[in-house]
């Protein structure tokens, strides 16, 4: 029997299916599956390595090579290596096909629930807005907005809004979004507050309705560093 051998894999050899156009395969070239351990690599227990998971679930998130190598801090061409071996450990064609991929990791605290169980949908969880300087956003949402900041992690910071989770992500270009609505006990002092650490108001606070009960809904918009909208909320009840 001859031994297992390996060769040195270059970027031009990288198969279609990296950039979701083609198979695993292509001119001959057979990809080493980390199945088959290289020496001194600990054997893994699962259909993928932690490697090539977390690399699988930057790939699901949309991600392209380029930016999942960023944000890990590795070579575009690792990125390229995982994706190949998950494909091929997978059986599966390219990067669209395992987007659509699930399974969660051995070691998941994810419980696969019954399949024909009744969904009921819970309050939001999250709101995501981009920004175009993470830093300087994450400066005015948590010193200026007052915002419990709970982590940041490379372009991506998280903030909670009373149960809420915030999510900031730096993109090249803020985008149009839907507009974030902050309730507040006292409308009109948080919005004197507001004014004196710089913010700029669209308007003051002012009553949209009046419920039967004699509850009030009150509003002011302001800006963000980008210019776009955000709002505050607050009821008032007789």
């Known amino acids: 029997m001859k031994p297992f051998r390996t060769r040195q894999i270059h970027s031009a050899e990288f198969p279609a299916a990296l950039e979701g156009e083609g198979n695993c395969a292509r001119d001959g070239i057979t990809w080493v599956m980390a199945s088959r351990s290289r020496p001194g690599r600990p054997p893994h227990d699962d259909v993928l390595t932690p490697a090539e998971w977390r690399t699988v679930h930057a ?32 059986g599966l064609a390219n990067r669209k096909e395992l987007r659509h991929w699930h399974r969660a990791p051995k070691d998941s605290a994810l419980e696969e ?26 400066d005015w949402y948590k010193s200026v907005l007052g915002l419990p900041h709970l982590y940041t992690f490379g372009k991506l910071a998280f903030f909670d809004c009373s149960g809420t ?15 974030l609505y902050l309730r507040v006990g006292d409308i009109a ?3 004197e507050l507001l004014k004196s650490r710089g913010v700029e108001f669209i308007n003051a606070p002012h009553m949209i309705h009046r419920h039967a009960d004699g509850t009030e809904e009150w509003l002011s918009m302001f800006k963000d560093p ?13």
Do not use: C, F, W
Not at 72 to 87: P, Q, T
Not at 226 to 238: F, I, T, V, Y
């Open 113 to 138: 629930k019954n399949v024909n169980a009744q969904i009921k949908l819970g309050s939001i969880a999250q709101i995501a807005r981009s920004v175009q300087d993470i830093r300087q956003a994450e």
């Open 226 to 238: 980008e210019g776009r909208p955000l709002g505050l909320m607050a009821q008032a009840r007789p």
């Open 165 to 179: 989770r915030l999510m900031l992500s730096q993109e090249s270009a803020a985008v149009p979004e839907s507009i």
């Open 189 to 191: 002092q948080v919005y």
């Open 59 to 90: 790939v699901k998130h949309g991600l392209t090579s380029k930016q999942i190598a960023e944000r890990r801090g590795i070579s575009i061409d690792a990125v390229k290596y995982h994706v190949a071996n998950a494909l091929a450990k997978l």
